[in-house]
């Protein structure tokens, strides 16, 4: 059983694959956690579960280990918990009142306040394969009055003693998402958050924690992915009594809110999880958990093509149909008409917002683009931007009462739009109803759902009584109710996450989009790093990377149309690019390798990921990846530059059977037949040469020795 508890140790434990999590009561009814880590045998460990007293400056040691506790009495650490009840007491005093256990692997664990009636349920689910837990709370108000939420977290993790705590987390800004980084953690408070309506580029919510030797093939990391695509906040904090305790949530910054008697607030999911083989082993494990639980269907993502940055906002009916053409010759199976369709939107500075089609861009409607890409053998798909709109249009001329602004100020406006209050139920039934309008006219199969705008200036104008009260909540609450409710009535449409490239990709809204735009950045170089990066959380099932111009338009440099479709293959594959300007031998290469990419796509989305070389520490990258049948692998190597002449490097690989025999294909070369245990501990030969180069490297296992 994934869960049990032992009424001798008054010890719960949540047992995976490879790994136990051990928590318990203690003597003063404190829920206490303990361990967790390699598998233990748990009725051994009951002496652990015991109160801590070191003076009366740290009277209760014991409260910085606590599973889920509130602000009160002598507890320091960054609370999970901070109420104000209605006769002005800020004290939380939760004590231990029971527990459930559903289906072998659901836990509920109840606790309440000592004085107030005030519960909390704690939340645990056991995915034992991926060796991870779900855990959120469900805060419930049975008072007659209502309770102020000052700060609420999804979960608290606790890191037990470590020589040293080395924290990996993701930073970045616009075009330069998902950068790794690493910080050794000193006593203290270390902060990851967004404060900007949004998940955010600056950072993500992940971390990875290990004593600073793990790597990719070895050593035992700890993890965790929030998923809440609003403000959130994960605070890391070391304590002087040596252990790390993690608390993640909804952030509080300008988000207390009130809940109604009767009424209750559920966090969203904060997922964690243990690995004692290293962060490639971590990475594979969030990956599988999210095609298997999070996402919303397990199809492959399709070859797509976006004609953006060939038209831009020139968006003519007879453009896009002679760009749909060259796209149906490489292979592709979804256009997609990005901004510039609508209204009077021939720039940035106008129509957004008015969701009509531009009468004399398309003077019949979609329709007659639609039919041609049908014709031509492709599925259509649309760009939107639902949650902005330009001052300059007749939604705001009509409501100007619908975006956020305090009545004293002159809203701020970025990409020359302001941002609509999703949270007003008026706002959330217009776009509702408009999306609902436009996919019921037209038969499309996909939306790339864009938000080019952080929140600024949070108020409701006119004033309304407690208009503030958890305005940052219902923006995220209403996006995600659009989003499963549009899922629902057109189920054959796909979605995109977009936010002005990677700003809003965590495990909350992966719930409802099938894929995800992570990086408004193209150049393929530059897309390797930030490709890593993220997939150190995130599954390459829903990384969409785009083929591009060359010389790229944000840093000039020039690359080979194989590299660029090489770095782009390793999730799904778009091509961005102008293609009406590309001479006949490169549509013939694009087309190969389009070709090729449907081959080995089922290995790329549902297969393992093994990070073979980074650009990290290395002049050379490469990536593996193994099929689920484990009867395939694609290797992808880079090369940065070639420096001191011919020095011989291999490639040592992962994932493959020893014991087996592979054919190995490589571009330009015979097939050679090697053993596992040779390319696994022996490697292949490294033969690029010069800047810039790349291999696909294909390996199909021929038979058992």
Request: aromatic letters at 12%; a negative charge; proline letters at 4%.
């Amino acid at each position: 059983m994934p869960i049990s508890y032992s009424e001798r140790t008054n010890l719960f434990e949540i047992r995976t694959d490879n790994s136990s999590y051990l928590f318990g009561i203690n003597s003063k009814g404190t829920v206490q956690h303990v361990y967790w880590g390699n598998p233990v045998a748990a009725e051994d460990c009951g002496d652990l579960l015991k109160g801590k007293h070191h003076s009366s400056f740290d009277a209760d040691v014991d409260r910085e280990t606590e599973e889920y506790g509130g602000w009160g009495g002598c507890n320091y650490a960054e609370p999970a918990l901070k109420a104000t009840f209605a006769d002005g007491v800020r004290d939380l005093k939760l004590k231990y009142e029971g527990y459930e256990i559903f289906d072998a692997n659901e836990l509920i664990v109840h606790l309440a306040d000592e004085h107030y009636s005030l519960r909390v349920e704690m939340h645990y689910k056991a995915i034992p394969e991926f060796d991870l837990i779900e855990r959120h709370v469900k805060v419930v108000n049975e008072e007659v009055e209502p309770i102020r939420i000052e700060q609420v977290m999804a979960a608290v993790w606790t890191v037990q003693r470590l020589p040293d705590y080395r924290l990996t987390h993701v930073t970045g800004r616009w075009a330069g998402e998902y950068q790794l980084r690493t910080n050794v953690l000193s006593e203290g408070k270390k902060v990851l958050e967004s404060r900007r309506g949004f998940t955010g580029p600056h950072s993500n919510p992940w971390f990875a924690m290990d004593d600073g030797k793990a790597d990719e093939t070895s050593g035992k990391v700890w993890f965790g992915a929030l998923g809440w695509s609003g403000n959130w906040k994960i605070v890391l904090e070391k304590t002087t009594f040596g252990h790390v305790r993690v608390v993640g949530g909804v952030n509080d910054f300008d988000g207390s809110f009130l809940i109604a008697p009767g009424q209750a607030y559920e966090s969203p999911v904060f997922v964690g999880g243990f690995s004692s083989a290293g962060f490639g082993e971590m990475s594979r494990n969030l990956h599988g958990y999210q095609r298997k639980y999070v996402l919303p269907s397990g199809k492959d993502r399709k070859v797509l093509y976006n004609s953006w940055e060939a038209t831009e906002f020139a968006v003519t009916v007879q453009g896009q149909k002679e760009l749909a053409k060259q796209a149906a010759k490489l292979g592709v199976e979804r256009f997609v008409v990005d901004d510039g369709w609508f209204g009077q939107r021939n720039s940035d500075r106008a129509g957004l917002g008015d969701w009509q089609v531009n009468p004399e861009k398309f003077p019949g409607g979609l329709q007659e683009l639609i039919d041609e890409v049908k014709c031509l053998g492709m599925e259509f798909g649309l760009w939107v931007e639902p949650e902005s709109v330009n001052p300059d249009s007749e939604l705001y001329r009509n409501h100007p009462d619908w975006v956020y602004q305090f009545p004293t100020r002159v809203g701020t406006q970025l990409r020359n739009q302001l941002l609509l209050n999703l949270g007003l139920p008026e706002v959330k039934k217009f776009v509702l109803d408009f999306m609902t309008k436009l996919l019921s006219s037209y038969e499309i199969s996909f939306i790339k759902w864009d938000m080019n705008r952080t929140v600024t200036e949070p108020g409701i104008s006119p004033r309304q009584e407690n208009a503030g009260e958890g305005i940052w909540l219902k923006h995220v609450e209403h996006l995600y109710e659009i989003w499963a409710e549009l899922r629902a009535r057109f189920p054959r449409v796909e979605f995109e996450t977009c936010a002005g490239g990677g700003a809003r990709i965590d495990l909350g809204i992966l719930r409802y989009a099938d894929q995800a735009w992570i990086s408004d950045n193209t150049d393929a170089r530059d897309r390797l790093t930030i490709q890593e990066g993220f997939s150190y959380a995130y599954s390459p099932a829903v990384m969409m990377c785009w083929v591009t111009e060359s010389p790229h338009g944000f840093n000039g440099r020039s690359l080979p149309l194989s590299y660029r479709f090489h770095s782009s293959m390793m999730g799904g594959l778009g091509i961005g690019a102008n293609i009406s300007h590309w001479p006949d031998d490169e549509m013939e290469e694009a087309k190969r390798f389009v070709e090729l990419y449907k081959e080995i796509r089922p290995t790329i989305l549902r297969g393992d990921l093994f990070r073979l070389e980074s650009f990290r520490n290395s002049n050379v990258a490469a990536y593996q990846y193994v099929s689920e049948d484990r009867q395939e692998a694609v290797v992808f190597s880079f090369l940065q530059s070639q420096h001191f002449g011919s020095e011989e490097r291999r490639l040592v690989l992962q994932g493959l059977d020893q014991e087996a025999v592979y054919e190995v294909h490589r571009d330009g070369r015979e097939s050679t037949v090697l053993r596992g245990s040779t390319l696994m501990n022996v490697g292949l030969p490294l033969v690029l040469r010069g800047d810039y180069g790349s291999e696909l490297i294909r390996l199909k296992l021929l038979s058992k020795i």
